[in-house]
């Protein structure tokens, strides 16, 4: 199954530590997104990226939340001296680069990483 | 900022009925995508429509875009169980670069269908 990768499935943090989601997209895919979803809710986004470039960041805290998508490896969203307030499920998507495809705008999400934060 | 709210919220019906979700905003988008998730698991792509008033089926699933591409509808006819789920809705800009969106998620509706 090529489809997109996220690992850890859930992860459970204290107050103040790190908390680190990688996401390895579909192949072939170089752009990924990261969503986060609070209980009951839907996606909100986060941030945008192509390798070794952040398109759109326009949806992460300015404080605590990083992102990157390095040449090689996964993308990897790093949260920071994590707050009660990130516990929630983080979903990463990918999509192809493909002109022809704009406008339909199909992402292919990953089955998210659940954070407690305890 | 372009929101999208979805109704109702939560809707529980027995199995073989009909039933209809909304997705309106205030803003045009260019595309109007359905997503369902189910629980553990990142949303799965129904469909995606993109023409004003374009109607599209799939099986028992009919979707609509409103003429404004403001606001789109799911219905489905006879439900299964197997329907229940988180039914999104997704939104793309009107201006997007590099051949890709940013979609916008509407709040959702969580359908249970009763056997």
Redesign the interface.
Known sequence: NAGVMQNPRHLVRRRGQEARLRCSPMKGHSHVYWYRQLPEEGLKFMVYLQKENIIDESGMPKERFSAEFPKEGPSILRIQQVVRGDSAAYFCASSPLNLGWANTGELFFGEGSRLTVL | TQL?E?SPQFLSIQEGENLTVYCNSSSVF??L?W?RQEP??????LV?V?TGGEVKKLKRLTFQFGDARKDSSLHITAAQPGDTGLY?C?G?PLI?????????????T?LTIIP
Request: glycine share 20%; net charge neutral.
């Open positions: 999208l979805q260019s595309s995508q997503y553990g698991e990142g949303p799965v792509l995606t993109v999104l997704a793309g997007s670069n590099f051949g890709n969106e940013k979609l916008t998620f509407g709040t959702g969580r």
